[in-house]
């Protein structure tokens, strides 16, 4: 399960962009956007206690980190 996520967050970073990012003090905030359908998902991350959740919920549902969460961190931490 974890792997197609993966391989998702590695399909999103050519189909998906990263509309916005917002630096907050504890917190990275970022918009990911699909065009042409406009799906929206926020990604907050939060370097000082490791965490990160997505809107999609996938995480607090499946407890696997969404293909989201998963192309941001590879944007934030290249």
Known sequence: MFQ???MNSQYL???HFIESVEEGGFMVECKVFKPPFGMRKTVRAYPAD???NCSCNKFERDRILCCHALAVLD???K
């Open 4 to 6: 197609k996520e993966y």
């Open 75 to 77: 944007r934030l931490f």
């Open 13 to 15: 970073s050519t189909t």
């Open 50 to 52: 490791g965490t990160i």
